[in-house]
């Protein structure tokens, strides 16, 4: 499970992801933002939820 924050409302949710991250896609639930989890400047990801 990891701790997704939006990259325009800035809200922090969480996402529990399947196989491979790279090019997957979330849709903020505050927002309703699509935005990608890894970009190419860096991640969307806050930490990781055990
Ligand atoms: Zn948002």
């Not at 996402?15 to 969307?44: A, D, H, M, Q, W």
Request: net charge positive; aromatic share 8%.
């Amino acid at each position: 499970m990891l701790l997704l924050k939006c990259p325009k409302c800035k809200h922090e949710m969480k996402y529990n992801p399947s196989g491979e991250l790279k090019g997957k896609k979330k849709r903020c639930v505050y927002c309703g933002f699509s935005f990608s989890i890894l970009t190419k400047e860096g991640n969307n990801i806050v930490r990781e939820l055990k």
